[in-house]
């Protein structure tokens, strides 16, 4: 069964911080890449962070410097600490594999995040 709960979104001003958590099954968990991918209104959903099992991390352009991928593999979560967020940053934000075809196709309900003065 494929688990995928993201937390910890909400309204933030400009310049400020969020940390969104994701719980996901163990089935998949360890043995996979994961990723926090993000998808703004009128726009393709998009890969921000991604976290290797070995802690290799990797960030989009527009996230670099600004956004932490963490996992903890004991208790099969990932965190995503958002500093400095701008406008455009906001979106829904979900969890999931990298590749996420790894899950088939599921998502989980994601987290909204609105950055807005």
């Known amino acids: 069964q494929v688990q995928l709960v993201e937390s910890g979104g909400g309204l933030v001003q400009p310049g400020g911080s969020l940390r969104l958590s994701c719980a996901a099954s163990?089935?998949?968990?360890?043995?996979?890449?994961m990723g926090w991918y993000r998808q703004a209104p009128g726009k393709e959903r998009e890969l921000a962070a991604a976290?290797?099992?070995?802690?290799?991390?990797n960030y989009a352009d527009s996230v670099k410097g600004r956004f932490t991928i963490s996992r903890d593999n004991s208790k099969n979560t990932v965190t995503l600490q958002m500093n400095s967020l701008k406008p455009e940053d906001t979106a829904v934000y979900y969890c999931?594999?990298?590749?996420?075809?790894?899950?088939?196709?599921?998502w989980g309900q994601g987290t909204q995040v609105t950055v807005s003065s």
């Open positions: 976290i290797s099992r070995g802690y290799s991390t």
């Open positions: 163990r089935s998949f968990f360890s043995s996979s890449v």
């Open positions: 999931n594999t990298v590749p996420a075809s790894i899950t088939h196709g599921y």
